[in-house]
C-alpha cells in the first residue's frame, strides 16, 4: 500500500485512494526504466501534500503581493540556498511550475518575438520547447536546428559552430531529451560566445548525475542553466532555473511576472527536501551507480543484437534502434509494458517512421537504481527485453520481473 498511509483520504474518498494505492503496487511490482522517472523519498512525498499549498506566494522573498509570508519566505530561501549549494552557482530560481515554462522563461528574459534560438532538432534527441515547430517556442521564434552524425549518433561541434556563425542565433539550448552521451559545455560556450548568444544548457535529464559528480557541470560555462528537479534529481514534479549574477534580474523577470503567478509553495519544500538529499554523500554513490548501471546495461544489450544510437551511453539513457529486430518502436513498448518493464517508444535520429510509431525505444537507469538494482541485474534486465521484443510469453516475464522486484524496497510503497 502507498507510504504515508492515506486513512482520511480513504474514508473521503474511497474511489481515489484506491487509485492511489494501486498506483504503488504497480510501481513496486514494474521495472521502471522510463528515463524520465524515478522514486522520491518518502520525505519528499510527505513535503508536497503539505498545508504549503494553501498559501499563495505572488512575488519573491520579501517582496510578496500577499501577506502572511512569514514562514514561505523561509521555506523558498532555504530551497534556493540548497540549489546554489548543490550546484556551485550565483544565482537559483526555484518557482517555474516545469521544465517548459523554465526553459520558456529564458525566451522571454532575451529573445523578442522572431529572433533566432538555436537548439538539437527533436527527431535527434532535442526538447520541444528547444524551438521545434509545434512548440510555442518554434511559432514564436525563428529556429535553427542542429543535428548528431548519422554515422556516429553524436553532435559535430564543428557542424555546430558552422551553423552558428551563418545563422547568428541570439539563443544556444544545449541539452535535451534523448542525449546518450556527454554533453561539451564548454564547445558549446565557445561557439555561444564567438557570436554573441546566451547558452542555455538543458540539463533536465542529468541534473541528478551532475549534482552526484557523475557528469561535468556547465557552471562557468553556461550562464543560464534550466532544470525539472526530477527524473535523475529525484525531487518533485518542478523546475529550477540557476545563472550567474549578470543573468539573474532578467530570469527572475521572466518567471514572475512574465509566465507565471504564485509559486506551489508544496513542490518548492520539497524541491529543499530533494536538494538537501542531493548534497548528502549517499547521493553521489547514487548517480555514479546510476552510470555504472547504464554502461552494464547497454553493453548486454548490444551482445544481444541490439543497436545503440552513439554505440551506447556516457549517461543514464539508451536510445535503441530496433530497425534490426525487425519491430517499431510502439509494439516493442507495448510488449515489454506487458512482460513489466516499463519504457517508451522514441524517435531514433533520422527516423524514417512517424513520431507516433517510430523505430525506437528510450529507456534508462535512474529509478532502478534508486530500488538498488546493480549491475548483476542489468544483465537479467536485458535478456527480459531481447525475450520480450521477440514475442516470447509476456506474462511468463512478468512474473519473473515481479519476482525480482520485491526483494527491492519502493520509497513510497509498503506492502
Known amino acids: 500500500m502507498h507510504e504515508p498511509n492515506i486513512p ?248 514572475f511576472p512574465g509566465l507565471q503567478g504564485g509559486p506551489h509553495n508544496h513542490t518548492t519544500a520539497a524541491i529543499a527536501v530533494a536538494l538537501g538529499e542531493a548534497a548528502q554523500p549517499s547521493f553521489s554513490t547514487y548517480a555514479h551507480a546510476v552510470v555504472e548501471n547504464a554502461a552494464a546495461l547497454a553493453e548486454a544489450l548490444v551482445e544481444r543484437g541490439f543497436d545503440l544510437v552513439s554505440g551506447g551511453t556516457d549517461n543514464h539513457l539508451i536510445l535503441i534502434d530496433l530497425t534490426s529486430k525487425e519491430i517499431a518502436g510502439k509494439p516493442a513498448a507495448q510488449a515489454l509494458d506487458r512482460a513489466g518493464i516499463e519504457l517508451n517508444y522514441n524517435t531514433v535520429p533520422y527516423d524514417a517512421r512517424k513520431p507516433f510509431d517510430p523505430s525506437g525505444i528510450r529507456l534508462g537507469t535512474a529509478a532502478v537504481t534508486t530500488r538498488g538494482l546493480g549491475v548483476e541485474e542489468m544483465r537479467l534486465l536485458a535478456e527480459w527485453i531481447d525475450r520480450a521484443v521477440a514475442g516470447e510469453d509476456a506474462e511468463k516475464i512478468a512474473m519473473e520481473v515481479s519476482e525480482l522486484m520485491a526483494g527491492y524496497p519502493m520509497p513510497g510503497f509498503v506492502s
Open 8 to 255: 482520511t483520504l480513504t474514508t473521503a474518498d474511497p474511489q481515489v485512494a484506491e487509485l492511489v494505492h494501486a498506483e504503488a503496487q504497480r510501481q513496486f511490482e514494474k521495472i521502471r526504466l522510463i528515463a524520465s522517472e524515478n522514486y522520491v523519498s518518502t520525505a519528499v512525498l510527505e513535503a508536497t501534500g503539505t498545508v504549503l499549498t494553501n498559501k499563495y506566494s505572488e512575488g519573491y522573498a520579501g517582496r510578496r503581493y500577499y501577506e502572511g509570508q512569514q514562514v514561505i519566505d523561509q521555506v523558498e530561501q532555504l530551497a534556493v540556498a540548497r540549489a546554489k549549494q548543490v550546484f556551485g552557482v550565483e544565482h537559483a530560481n526555484v518557482q517555474p511550475y516545469s521544465g517548459s515554462p523554465a526553459n520558456l522563461a529564458a525566451y522571454l528574459a532575451f529573445l523578442e518575438p522572431g529572433e533566432k534560438v538555436m537548439g538539437m532538432a527533436l527527431p535527434m534527441g532535442g526538447h520541444l520547447t528547444h524551438g521545434w515547430s509545434v512548440s510555442a517556442t518554434g511559432k514564436w521564434f525563428s529556429s535553427v536546428r542542429y543535428t548528431v552524425g548519422k554515422d556516429t549518433g553524436r553532435v559535430d561541434m564543428d557542424e555546430v559552430r558552422d551553423l552558428a556563425l551563418a545563422e547568428r542565433p541570439k539563443l544556444i539550448f544545449c541539452g535535451g531529451t534523448a542525449i546518450p552521451r556527454t554533453i561539451d559545455f564548454p564547445a558549446f560556450a565557445a561557439i555561444a560566445e564567438e557570436v554573441g548568444a546566451v547558452l542555455v544548457a538543458d540539463i533536465a535529464h542529468i541534473a541528478g548525475l551532475i549534482a552526484g559528480g557523475a557528469h561535468p557541470s556547465p557552471v562557468g560555462h553556461a550562464p543560464v542553466i534550466t532544470t525539472t528537479t526530477h527524473k535523475t534529481l529525484r525531487g518533485p514534479r518542478g523546475a529550477m532555473i540557476m545563472t550567474d549574477a549578470a543573468h539573474a534580474k532578467a530570469i527572475d523577470k521572466a518567471v
